[in-house]
C-alpha cells in the first residue's frame, strides 16, 4: 500500500541549531501537508505544497516539495525551545483531499 | 468560533466492550475524518464522512463504523475491543474544497482498552 516515510524519527539539537526532517512517499502525491504536535497535544496545521519543486517559508521554517512530488522536507533555522514537538508530513493521493496518509514522524528535542 | 471538540477525553473498557466517541466539528465545516494514533506513531486514517454518507475509508475492519448528522457532527463506533485497540482518536474536521483540505484536529479521546 501506499506509504509515506519520514527519517530521522528522532532528533536533538542545541538551542540556535538547524533541524531538518525528510518525508518520502512510495508514490506520486497531489500535494503534502505538514502538522506539528505538541506533546501530550493534536496535530496542528503548518503549510500544503501542492507544486512541484515549490519552496515556501514560514519564519524560520522552510518547506519543499520534490520536482517529482515524491518527497518534502522542513527545513527549521536556529531552532528554538518553542519548536519542541512532532512533526508529521501527510501526503494526498488525490485532487478532492481525501484519506491523507501521514508518516510517523520526527520528534524534534531542543536543549537550551 | 469553537474549534473542533470530542467528548470524552479518556476513556477505559475491557476487552470486548463496545465504544462511541462524539465529535462536533469547527463552526463551517462539512466533513469530518477519525484517525487513530497510537503511541509514538503517525495518524491513520479510519474514514471520512461528509453529507451524512461515509466517503472514504482506510483499512480497518467493520468493527469500525461511524455516522455523521445532519448538524455535520459525527460518531465512531467500535465493536468487540481488542487490546490493541487503545490509542488515541483523533477527529480532524475540514471544508470540501477542490485541492487538498486543511484537516483541524480536536483534541483527541485516549481510549485505555483492558
Known amino acids: 500500500g501506499q506509504q509515506v516515510m519520514q527519517i530521522p524519527q528522532y532528533q536533538h539539537v542545541q538551542e540556535g541549531e538547524d533541524f531538518t526532517t525528510y518525508c518520502n512517499s512510495s508514490t506520486t502525491l497531489s500535494n503534502i501537508q505538514w502538522y506539528k504536535q505538541r506533546p501530550g497535544g493534536h496535530p496542528v496545521f503548518l503549510i500544503q505544497?501542492?507544486?512541484?519543486?515549490e519552496v515556501k517559508k514560514q519564519k524560520r521554517l522552510t518547506f519543499q516539495f520534490g520536482e517529482a512530488k515524491k518527497n518534502s522536507s522542513l527545513h527549521i533555522t536556529a531552532t528554538q525551545t518553542t519548536d519542541v514537538g512532532t512533526y508529521f508530513c501527510?501526503?494526498?493521493?488525490?485532487?478532492?483531499?481525501?484519506?491523507?496518509?501521514f508518516g510517523k514522524g520526527t520528534t524534534l528535542s531542543v536543549s537550551s | 468560533d469553537a474549534g473542533v471538540t470530542q467528548s470524552p477525553t479518556h476513556l477505559i473498557k475491557t476487552r470486548g466492550q463496545q465504544v462511541t466517541l462524539r465529535c462536533s466539528p469547527k463552526?463551517?465545516?462539512?466533513?469530518v475524518s477519525w484517525y487513530q494514533q497510537a503511541l509514538g506513531q503517525g495518524p491513520q486514517f479510519i474514514f471520512q464522512y461528509y453529507e451524512e454518507e461515509e466517503r472514504q475509508r482506510g483499512n480497518f475492519p467493520d468493527r469500525f463504523s461511524g455516522h455523521q448528522f445532519p448538524n455535520y457532527s459525527s460518531e465512531l463506533n467500535v465493536n468487540a475491543l481488542l487490546l490493541g485497540d487503545s490509542a488515541l482518536y483523533l477527529c480532524?474536521?475540514?471544508?470540501?474544497?477542490?485541492?487538498?483540505?486543511?484537516?483541524?484536529f480536536g483534541s483527541g479521546t485516549q481510549l485505555s482498552v483492558l
Open positions: 463552526s463551517g465545516h462539512d466533513t
Open positions: 505544497l501542492v507544486k512541484s519543486g
Open positions: 480532524a474536521s475540514s471544508l470540501i474544497s477542490g485541492a487538498g483540505e486543511k484537516l483541524f
Open positions: 501527510a501526503g494526498d493521493l488525490n485532487q478532492a483531499g481525501t484519506a491523507l496518509i
